[in-house]
């Protein structure tokens, strides 16, 4: 049975770091494109990065652009997002969401398996 099981939120302080963990299991992660999507309260979901199984990235989101970085580890079977400079606006539950059929998008209907999520809130 494919699964995706997200993990590392938590609450940070205003400029702080975290790094979010999406661990696959049931399938080849190598085969996938993984991207990870946000959810704020009384907002639209929101993609945020994706990475191809090369390794190529994108970020969608412009206000996440030179603060988060996603990865991959293909060995390990889990895809990495790395958080830095977080800011209240930050706050959401993030998703990790996996494709084998098509390349990256933003559009979260093209992702066929997500992950239950995992809370990021940005606060002092």
């Known amino acids: 049975q494919l699964q995706l099981v997200e993990s590392g939120g938590g609450l940070v302080q205003p400029g702080g770091s975290l790094r979010l963990s999406c661990a696959a299991s049931g399938f080849t992660l190598s085969d996938y494109v993984i991207a990870w999507f946000r959810q704020a309260p009384g907002k639209e979901r929101e993609g945020v990065s994706c990475i191809w199984s090369s390794g190529a990235s994108i970020n969608y989101a412009d206000s996440v652009k030179g603060r988060f970085t996603i990865s991959r580890d293909n060995a390990k079977g889990t895809v990495y997002l790395q958080m830095d400079s977080l800011e209240p606006e930050d706050t959401a539950v993030y998703y990790c969401?996996?494709?084998?059929?098509?390349?990256?998008?933003?559009?979260?209907?093209?992702?066929?398996?997500w992950g239950q999520g995992t809370q990021v809130t940005v606060s002092s």
């Open positions: 969401a996996a494709d084998r059929a098509r390349p990256c998008s933003a559009y979260g209907p093209n992702y066929d398996y």
